[in-house]
Every structure is written in structure tokens, then in C-alpha cells.
């Protein structure tokens, strides 16, 4: 199993300028979450999804868009890029059964805005 | 998840000492869930707490859950330069919505 594999793992965009990072896993988990983490911010939630065809906003939504048609996919995408969307992106995903929430995690996107 | 304020944000000890993080809430939790993330790497999982008083170890490290399921504590014996990294805590209020700690950073002195 490859887990969870993010693309690409660096990324410059200019401001205005959008993009797509895009998030895979092959464990067959159900749910699966986009974080952003800045320096001293720990780990903010973007959006995440319960199931394919289901997605809901985290605690820093705005600016991004994300759908998830299948179970293996969800990519995150980037609709006018801005300097305070610097920073690095996790995309996660967990079983979600047994009231385990184990998040395993890719291995990440370093984004920086110009 | 609900919000969850961990200190300290930074620690530097030397190798061999103890090290303790600390996790709070001003509401109970459900659950607490602990990652580490060396540096230039990603958050991996440690381990998840879920009943009030819960104490469970992995070699040098204990994790204890508070008995109000308000605080947690990660507490690592003896620490080694492997150690380094930031640790955070986490919590789940249902559909995953996960919340994280802004993490302690440990550093180790050889």
C-alpha cells in the first residue's frame, strides 16, 4: 500500500493563479480531511469528507473548493491563490470505524504564494 | 472538534531529562488523540484516549487522559535525541471533524 500521496510536493504560484493539489489514498477509508499548518498554528482543518459524493467545511474554508467523487480521491483546489495561502498542506484520511479516528497522513504540499 | 490549547509551545531539554506536554479544554472531550511530526515531516499517530482517567504507555512514553476528559498529558521518560519533533494533540467531535493543539516542540541536547 502506497498509504496517502499528495502532488505536487512543491508549488509556486503567483497571486491570482489557481491550482489543484491533488490527494489519493488506496486504504479504502472513508474519510478523508485537508489541513493547512503555519508556523505556531498547529494544524487548521480546510474541508473534509465523511464519504464520496460528501464534503463539509472546516475551520478555514474560505478560498478553497473541494469535491470527492471517489473514495480514493480528493483533491483540493485553489480558486484565486493569495500570499496568506502560503503555507504547507496535509491532506489525511481515516477508517472511521470502531470509533478510531486515526488520521494517516500524506506526506504534505509546500505552497508558497508571490 | 472542540478547541484545544496545549503548552508549552516550546521545550528544550537536555538528553536524559523528562519531558511533559500538556493538553486542555474548557469543555469535555470525547476523545484525545496525540501525533508527532518530526521535523520536515508529517504528523503521525501516537495513540487515542478515550475514557475519563485513562493512562496507556508505549515504552518511554505515557499518556494520560484527565478524569473531567478536560486535559491530557504526554509525559516521555528519559529523552533521546529520536525524540525531537512537535507533539500534538487532537480531538474528534464526531465526523472526523478533527481539531488539533498548536503543539510543543521539543528539542533534545545531546
Known amino acids: 500500500n502506497a498509504g496517502v500521496t499528495q502532488t505536487p510536493k512543491f508549488q509556486v504560484l503567483k497571486t491570482g493563479q489557481s491550482m489543484t493539489l491533488q490527494c489519493a489514498q488506496d486504504m479504502n477509508h472513508e474519510y478523508m480531511s485537508w489541513y493547512r499548518q503555519d508556523p505556531g498554528m498547529g494544524l487548521r482543518l480546510i474541508h473534509y469528507?465523511?464519504?464520496?459524493?460528501?464534503?463539509d467545511q472546516g475551520e478555514v474554508p474560505n478560498g478553497y473548493n473541494v469535491s470527492r467523487s471517489t473514495t480514493e480521491d480528493f483533491p483540493l483546489r485553489l480558486l484565486s491563490a493569495a500570499p496568506s495561502q502560503t503555507s504547507v498542506y496535509f491532506c489525511?484520511?481515516?477508517?472511521?470505524?470502531?470509533?478510531?479516528?486515526?488520521?494517516?497522513f500524506g506526506p504534505g504540499t509546500r505552497l508558497t504564494v508571490t | 472538534g472542540q478547541q484545544v490549547m496545549q503548552i508549552p509551545q516550546y521545550q528544550h531539554v537536555q538528553e536524559g531529562e523528562d519531558f511533559t506536554t500538556y493538553c486542555n479544554s474548557s469543555t469535555t472531550l470525547s476523545n484525545i488523540q496525540w501525533y508527532k511530526q518530526r521535523p520536515g515531516g508529517h504528523p503521525v499517530f501516537l495513540i487515542q484516549?478515550?475514557?475519563?482517567?485513562e493512562v496507556k504507555k508505549q515504552k518511554r512514553l505515557t499518556f494520560q487522559f484527565g478524569e473531567a476528559k478536560k486535559n491530557s498529558s504526554l509525559h516521555i521518560t528519559a529523552t533521546q535525541t529520536t525524540d525531537v519533533g512537535t507533539y500534538f494533540c487532537a480531538n474528534s467531535g464526531g465526523y472526523q471533524k478533527v481539531t488539533f493543539g498548536t503543539g510543543t516542540k521539543l528539542q533534545v541536547i545531546p
Open positions: 484516549l478515550v475514557k475519563s482517567g
Open positions: 469528507s465523511v464519504g464520496a459524493g460528501i464534503t
Open positions: 489525511a484520511s481515516s477508517p472511521g470505524t470502531g470509533g478510531i479516528y486515526e488520521q494517516y
